[in-house]
């Protein structure tokens, strides 16, 4: 996104805790999951106005596009078993 890092004053994060599992691989995939479906970053900045509306513009990332299409691809799953 090419924003400097210097003008991140604060900031804050979240995501649910997932269930565990003895499988490192799996563990890792479940907090993946829950990062991507239900992760939250909160951002204060410092900079021109313009610069932040792009920051704003290019944050939505591409898990939630990967997120959106396991939901389709799982809800369609659903409806052809009722």
Known sequence: MHFPLENIIDGSGSAPICPPHPNFVKAMGRTNDAILFAGQVHLFVKGSDEAQKK???????QPLKIMASHLQKFLNNMIRLF
């Open 55 to 61: 920051l704003a513009r290019e944050m939505p990332a």
